[in-house]
């Protein structure tokens, strides 16, 4: 049975079509009918998804083919999930690599096709869109063969939203790529009783519980057997086992080489991680592990506050009712001088941070506001003491402090050749350190740098987008921490510090920053009957000053003729009264003035 298998992936670019061909998979192998598909990318479960036109969430299925078992795993497009996308290329034997005949390739293509080759996968390259009037098959082929070395003849020219030649992939995913292989990671098992299986998913389902998407790589699991998760170290009894069809369908065991699902009857996906081993023998030790598991840490940190403040406690259920089935989301409870409470929450990135917003939204009616992003930072004191700080109000004082370490990504981008000087100035002006740029086609040019991850969280793929007139693309990854003369700039508004504006910069670019903060703040305070200072500053030491001025009542005019000095004496008493009223007055910054603030700081 083993051999008549075929694990494999599809990966692509956002848009490339990758979700449409999943489709006319599941239509034309006849796991589903025509009439039983209702829209569109059915692989593509959440709503969202639908709507946005992308995988968040990857998607299994078994599909039956000229005597075959073809499992294809859907992974999701976008660099916030390549943690999720290596495991499930760990999962399987070869993937489909889907190219837009129309686009050419792009830099998360690049991204997944790295990941592909560390794994060492069969990959059968597929150009997509070809019924398209715009589509170049010829000259989008000749970049594959020079960038991937992948001859032009191996490359499988299809539509998928016609179906045209989709069945000529089905047929090479069978001749092409080889049968699973226990041995390939499994090589910690030397007990032929001993069961090993890849979790490359988990989610959890309000009546199963958690379910877990697995690959055996040895053994077996069915249904009562009981289980270790070797990198929690959680220990279940397996309720049901299955396949994806690609709703779940109950099966009686699960062998070696097979993908399919395992109910395990956990409470949350935190026992439960991407990545980690299900171990069934006598001796569950953790260095019988499956290589490659690590427990994923949040890339981007933001503060999320409900709009009433008598919604907090519903936003807590709301928040970890999501956690439930996102390992990934992490939060603790915080308070703002502005905001109220709140929560701080960690995300993989700006496209996870805009799903969650958008879920609490949809899913449990909630009406949030979102701070500006951040990154959490490596602090080294001088006792030796390493922390980590998401939060600049976290940050210790600057005279116990030794280093400051930022994260910094691999930073890849693909763009037409005229606009290689705006980019180049793009990056020189968000700390970017170029490293090198090759040549994709003769048109187009990959140019890759080291920059802050702080520094593209914010504006810097819009303003790429902007220079490029939309034609560029791009693609990160980490490479750990780096130290960098960074600062602390706090805002004072009439004297009180406002922890939630704090921000984390570099020095140089810490006048800058206080100045368009200061500003932005004049624009949104009212005038007050005193005059209201705002000031940037590190330290002790101010960087930058806004004033909004005092209102002014003018108390001489009731004043007819006289000696000048009642009107000197009245203007002295007024005077009297505006310097007790700075020395008392408050002023408070509303939500909405401070939304506005944060919308444009974004």
Not at 11 to 33: C, N, P, V
Not at 286 to 299: A, N, S
Request: aromatic share 6%.
């Amino acid at each position: 049975m083993e051999q008549k298998i075929r694990n494999f992936a599809i990966i692509a670019h956002i848009d490339h079509g990758k979700s449409t061909l999943a489709d006319r998979f599941l239509e034309i192998t006849g796991r589903l009918q025509k009439r039983e598909m209702k829209h569109a990318q059915m692989m593509d479960t959440m709503e969202l998804e639908q709507e946005r036109g992308i995988t968040i969430k990857l998607q299994p299925v078994r599909l039956l083919w000229k005597g075959y078992e073809l499992n294809v795993i859907d992974t999701p497009g976008h660099v916030d999930f390549s943690y999720e996308v290596s495991r499930s290329l760990a999962a399987c034997e070869g993937v489909i690599l889907v190219v837009d005949a129309t686009q050419g390739i792009e830099a998360q293509t690049l991204a997944n096709v790295y990941l592909a080759l560390e794994h060492d996968l069969t990959i059968i390259p597929v150009l997509n869109k070809i019924d398209l009037p715009a589509s170049d098959v010829k000259k989008v082929a000749l970049e594959i063969e020079n960038v991937f070395g992948i001859a032009k003849e191996e490359i499988i020219c299809v539509s998928a939203k016609t179906g045209e030649n989709v069945d000529k992939i089905l047929d090479a995913v069978i001749e092409r790529m080889p049968a699973p292989n226990k041995n390939d990671l499994a090589v910690a098992i030397t007990d032929k009783t001993e069961t090993s299986a890849l979790v490359f998913d988990s989610v959890y389902d309000s009546y199963k519980g958690v379910v877990t998407f697995v690959r055996l790589f040895s053994g077996s699991i069915k249904r009562g057997d009981t289980i270790h998760f070797l990198g929690t170290e959680a220990k279940t009894q397996v309720i049901e086992v299955g396949e994806f069809c690609p709703k779940y369908n109950a099966l009686d065991i699960l062998t070696d080489g097979q993908v399919g699902y395992v109910v395990t009857g956990l409470k949350t996906t935190s026992e439960a991680r991407v990545g980690d081993t299900i171990f069934k023998g006598k001796e569950p030790r953790k260095d019988k592990m499956l290589p490659g598991y690590k427990k994923v840490q949040p890339m981007v940190y933001a503060g999320i506050y409900p709009i009433d403040a008598v919604d907090y406690g519903f936003l807590r259920e709301s928040l970890e009712k999501l956690s439930m089935n996102d390992a990934a989301l992490v939060f603790e409870p915080e308070s703002s001088g502005a905001l109220g409470k709140g929560f701080r929450c960690g995300f993989l990135g700006l496209l996870h941070m805009e799903i969650v917003q958008e879920r609490l939204e949809r899913e449990f009616d909630m009406d949030v506001i979102i701070s500006s992003p951040s990154v959490h930072f490596e602090v080294l004191q001088k006792s030796g003491v390493l922390l980590i700080v998401a939060s600049p109000a976290d940050l210790p004082d600057v005279s116990t402090i030794d280093e400051i370490r930022e994260p910094y990504v691999k930073l890849e981008i693909i763009i037409p050749n005229t606009y290689i000087g705006g980019v180049m100035d793009l990056l020189m002006n968000h700390r970017g350190e170029y490293k090198n740029m090759t040549s994709v086609d003769e048109e187009r040019s990959m140019i890759v740098s080291d920059i802050p991850l702080i520094s593209i969280i914010s504006d810097f793929f819009d303003t790429l987008k902007t220079v490029t007139q939309g034609y560029a693309s791009m693609s990160y990854d980490p490479i750990g921490f780096r130290v960098n003369d960074l600062v602390k700039v706090d805002m004072k508004v009439a004297g009180d510090s406002i922890d939630a504006l704090a921000f984390i910069v570099h020095k140089n670019e810490a006048e800058q920053r206080g100045r368009e903060v200061a500003a932005r703040l004049k624009e949104v305070i009212p005038k007050h009957q005193f005059t209201v200072a705002i000031q940037a500053f590190i330290g002790g030491k101010i960087i930058a000053r806004e004033t909004v001025s005092a209102m002014r009542k003018d108390v001489t005019a009731k004043l007819y003729g006289g000696d000048i000095s009642r009107k000197k004496k009245v203007l002295a008493k007024q005077k009297k009264g505006k310097a007790r009223l700075k020395a008392l007055g408050k002023v408070t910054l509303s939500q909405d003035s401070f939304l506005s603030i944060l919308k444009r700081a974004n």
